[in-house]
């Protein structure tokens, strides 16, 4: 009987993988096309755009970027050589790092997924753990101050957060590193640099993180409450489960849907909050490829990081849909 | 036309300003926003001269000199002038962000919620496609494109955040539209664009403007985050950019960091206060959670 009920969720999660996969097309091609708007509307021409401050003056490079953006052709044509372009990952060539700008991007993007995962599983621990505090002991002491820790964190900008932390613990206590993602140097490979990484993740992740901790810890907390008052956690109590039992098992489980909820509508929020945290604590990401080419009007790359950052948006809503649908056995398919 | 109201939202006109008092930390938020925003006002006959000017030693901590309260900067400017000049701009670019993000969002959303179908398709899956789009980044790269002045900020702010208004207006919308005072309106003869504006958009209203109180404090901290990477308008120093600007010297005034962000946490947090007193007036049901 379990095998066919584990069976029958496992299609079902593919089912439901492929119907996002399709509606994720849609989703990518309006990136694309507002992408593409943003270009139409800047002042200059698309080609200055791609070669601005670039110093590109060879004519036979000039020629080659024309053809094969189609500069002379009728704006929907242009635009539909743009998104051919785009889906043969042709993202434009950065002449500033002297590669495409695919190359460009990926080189950064593992720094920025690392902190990104961090900062996520940082404030979902500390979140969750904060809201069931709070509502297990809720209007006592231990509530309040869950709730005003709560208040500070959704309030205090994260690059300011970022720079108070960096001042107290590295330049006062001298406990952590003031930036960068290892030890200029090195420290040598295998767990050792494994080590020293984590120890330069630590600062960017509470920046970053508490934010969305706060978040969490405030959702949980009216969720667990809400759910506490429900029929079935009744019934759980009546066959006699103890109270910690049935908060565990009952209870937790489904208050924390509404927090995944909200973790897949913020995962854009996340991407482009690490953008500035990556600036504060000089993290190689693609937040410090963006800031740099922001700063010298290296547009490919800034239009490329805004296309393939919606594309692990996109990913990563997917990822949460299917925890979603593990956590929550009576979602099924629509 | 005297209709009864049909939102879920009923409360007297003296019952709603009583609720929200009796949230002690809304009212807390709401006395502290208030002087906040008398204090932008007030800044050109506070602080006369121009805030960038130097006018005394560089680097003073707070407290050294009586002339300068909050200390003064790298170059010897005043802080406490720059922020109290900082909270016009500030209150400003989230005051008018927030605007142009409501505008967007409750016409979408009236749009949407009332004629449902295919527009109601179109409408949400644009909000989807809002909500993919790193926020902040679609906000830089529009800066960065179109240029660094106050008004491009302004509406990049704005349109990375109508969705939550949109999507709150058209719940509004699609709760309202079959109600029995609009239906009465349709028999009489009234038209769309008369039923939503006149009839459902003043009853969908109290909750969208809740949310319009959050979505300013999003803006300020937007904003912030824009002012601070050295991307605002560089003839408005705004709370982020003195943040900003103080980023060198941590070592030696991390203070000149400090106050700034101080001031952007207290105008954020009592913000959100507001907001959350607003809502448990709207919805005594769900104050206890």
């Avoid at chain 1, 069976?7 to 492929?18: D, M, N, T, V």
């Avoid at chain 1, 001298?174 to 640099?193: K, Y």
């Amino acid at each position: 009987m379990a095998a066919v009920a584990a069976g029958s969720r496992g299609r079902a999660a593919l089912r439901l993988l492929r119907r996002r996969l399709i509606q994720a097309v849609p989703l990518m091609l309006g990136v694309v096309v507002i992408n593409f708007c943003l270009i139409q509307l800047a002042p200059g021409s698309f080609l200055d755009l791609m070669t601005a401050e670039n110093q590109v003056s060879d004519p036979a490079t000039i020629e080659l970027l024309r053809k094969t953006y189609g500069l002379d052709d009728p704006v929907w044509l242009q635009l539909m050589k743009y998104i051919w372009a785009l889906l043969q990952l042709d993202f434009g060539f950065s002449y500033r790092q002297n590669m495409p700008v695919i190359q460009a991007i990926s080189v950064h993007l593992p720094a920025t997924l690392l902190l990104m995962v961090s900062s996520i599983t940082l404030a979902l621990a500390v979140g969750v753990a904060a809201g069931v505090v709070a509502s297990v002991k809720v209007r006592t002491v231990w509530d309040s101050l869950v709730s005003i820790a709560a208040m500070f964190f959704f309030a205090a900008p994260s690059f300011w957060l970022g720079i108070m932390l960096i001042v107290l613990f590295s330049v006062k206590l001298g406990w952590m590193p003031v930036g960068g993602m290892a030890t200029i140097g090195g420290v040598g490979g295998g767990i050792a640099g494994v080590l020293d990484i984590l120890h330069h993740l630590i600062l960017p992740t509470l920046a970053l993180g508490l934010f969305y901790a706060a978040i969490y810890a405030r959702v949980m907390r009216s969720s667990m409450l809400e759910v506490a008052q429900l029929d079935f956690v009744r019934t759980a109590r009546a066959k006699g489960l103890s109270r910690n039992k049935v908060t565990v098992s009952h209870v937790l489980r489904n208050a924390l849907l509404p927090v995944v909820t909200i973790l897949g509508v913020q995962m854009g929020t996340v991407l482009a909050g690490s953008v500035v945290i990556e600036s504060v604590f000089s993290w190689p990401g693609v937040g410090s490829l963006l800031f740099d080419s922001v700063s010298s009007r290296n547009y490919p790359v800034v239009l490329g990081i805004m296309v393939l950052g919606s594309l692990v948006v996109i990913a990563a809503n997917i990822a949460v849909d299917l925890v979603y649908m593990w956590l929550d056995p009576r979602i099924e398919i629509r | 036309m005297a209709l009864p109201r049909a939102s879920t939202f009923q409360l007297s006109r003296f019952e709603f300003p009583a609720r929200f008092a009796r949230n002690r930390g809304a009212l807390v938020g709401a006395v502290l926003i208030f002087l906040v925003a008398l204090t932008a006002v007030l800044a050109p006959l506070l602080f006369p001269t121009d805030p960038l000017r130097i006018v005394g030693a560089p680097e003073l901590w707070p407290g050294e000199d009586p002339d300068f309260p909050l200390g003064t900067d790298s170059l010897g400017r005043d802080i406490l002038a720059m922020i109290v000049h900082g909270a016009r701009a500030t209150l400003l670019i989230g005051l008018c962000a927030s605007a142009v993000a409501t505008l967007i969002g409750v016409t979408i959303g009236a749009i949407a919620g009332y004629f449902g179908g295919w527009v109601d398709e179109i409408a949400m899956r644009a909000a989807e496609l809002f909500q993919t789009i790193p926020n902040l980044i679609f906000v830089l790269t529009i800066v960065v494109i179109l240029g660094s002045t106050l008004g491009n900020i302004v509406i990049a702010i704005g349109i990375v955040s109508w969705t939550s208004i949109a999507r709150m207006t058209r719940a509004e919308f699609l709760a309202l539209r079959d109600r029995e005072f609009v239906q009465a309106c349709r028999a009489m003869g009234m038209g769309d664009g008369g039923i939503i504006l006149g009839e459902i958009l003043p009853n969908a209203l109290p909750p969208v403007i809740v949310l319009s109180s959050l979505v300013v404090a999003g803006a300020i901290l937007f904003e912030s985050a824009v002012s601070f990477l050295g991307l605002g308008d560089p003839n408005v120093a705004s709370w982020g950019r003195l943040v900003g600007d103080g980023r060198q010297l941590i070592r030696s005034s991390w203070y000149i960091c400090a106050i700034p962000g101080v001031a952007i946490m207290v105008t954020v947090l009592c913000l959100n206060l507001i907001g959350d007193g607003l809502n448990d007036a709207l919805n005594p049901k769900l104050r206890d959670r």
